[in-house]
């Protein structure tokens, strides 16, 4: 195609791809980020570059809770001393140190940042702005991964019997939303009573909240993803105690389940303090009473459990995946912690 710069000087300007519709794809995109003026300056650096692209492809076509995720994500390239070299000079030996020299994060975040930088100059080469995809061959360094922990029989019995007791009700229903659905926070947080099927027992997940920009407000998005929206039966305790708890806030009208006192979205942060501040209590309820003290493991460790309390009643793979909303089973079995009794029990069975 022919057009002409701010000089009125006439260039040309060539898109290439393995087929015809693939060539114009490339030509409308290049339109498509000329009307929204995208700043190309052919010596901008991996850092600047990776910026545009995010702002330019990505802050309109994800949830604001990802995208402030990508915001972190950028900001480990953008820092560090590959962020600063022309995109035109980074080669595979420059990737591969800035992934080494992040062993100290995790597993997951050494695979995100890879994905990164893969997309950041893939989408350089469609702009001219390089010719090579230096992150293509890169392999992420092999990191040790944690055990990812999970509440024992004996500690979900304490928790459970605590958040019965009058000093533990005020968080019954959601620390059994936690461990008896698998739902992540931000889940849990967008639960509407219209979500749950008190004829079918069945508890429908439509959406999730999360902070919105500046973390100053909270935002509701629809779960698009199809293996995000799932249903999850609700088991006959927990059922009662949404029954308990909507008639007890149909007083305030509420649209949310888990709500302020004047019937409002909490926000994800309090609601975190809160689960902490419930572990306190239950701990110091525990001395009096002469019983264990329970771990305080994380929000997101709750939903290990659940996913290992599938697995230890024989809940088939494909069932946990559904359940979890898992893209693909791998995930699956990355949540399920390795129970020493399923482990004794199976080495038990080899006679």
Request: charged share 30%; hydrophobic share 35%.
């Amino acid at each position: 195609m022919y057009g002409f710069d701010s000089n009125g000087e006439q260039q040309r300007k060539s898109f290439y791809g393995k087929t015809k519709g693939e060539c114009k794809a490339k030509c409308d995109e290049f339109l498509q980020d000329s009307k929204k003026g995208v700043a190309i300056n052919k010596d901008m650096s991996l850092g600047a570059w990776g910026t545009e692209w995010l702002d330019t492809y990505k802050k309109d076509t994800v949830a604001p809770h990802t995208y402030t995720g990508y915001e972190y994500l950028m900001q480990h390239i953008v820092n560090s001393s590959i962020g600063k070299m022309p995109l035109t000079e980074v080669k595979p030996i420059h990737v591969k140190k800035f992934l080494t020299g992040k062993k100290d994060t995790s597993h997951s975040t050494i695979t995100k940042l890879k994905a990164f930088l893969y997309a950041i100059f893939e989408c350089g080469i469609d702009n001219d702005l390089c010719l090579k995809n230096p992150a293509r061959n890169v392999k992420p360094p092999s990191i040790a991964q944690g055990e990812k922990e999970a509440f024992s029989d004996v500690e979900i019995n304490i928790i459970l019997e605590y958040s019965a007791t009058n000093e533990g009700k005020w968080f019954e229903l959601a620390i059994n939303t936690l461990l008896y659905t698998g739902l992540r926070r931000g889940e849990v947080l967008g639960l509407m009573w219209t979500d749950i099927d008190f004829s079918d027992s069945m508890l429908k997940l439509k959406r999730s909240a999360s902070f919105g920009e500046g973390r100053s407000l909270v935002t509701v998005t629809s779960n698009s993803r199809k293996n995000h929206m799932r249903d999850i039966p609700l088991d006959p305790i927990l059922l009662q105690m949404f029954k308990t708890e909507k008639d007890r806030k149909d007083r305030q009208k509420s649209l949310y389940i888990f709500s302020t006192a004047s019937g409002e979205l909490i926000k994800p942060d309090n609601f975190a303090r809160t689960y902490q501040k419930f572990f306190r209590h239950l701990n110091a309820w525990c001395v009096t009473n002469d019983k264990s003290k329970v771990r305080e493991l994380t929000m997101h460790e709750c939903r290990h459990t659940y996913a290992t309390m599938l697995l230890r009643r024989g809940v088939d793979s494909r069932i946990r995946q559904l359940l979890l909303g898992h893209s693909d089973e791998d995930m699956t079995n990355n949540y399920t912690h390795a129970d020493h009794d399923l482990l004794k029990k199976a080495a038990g069975n080899i006679r």
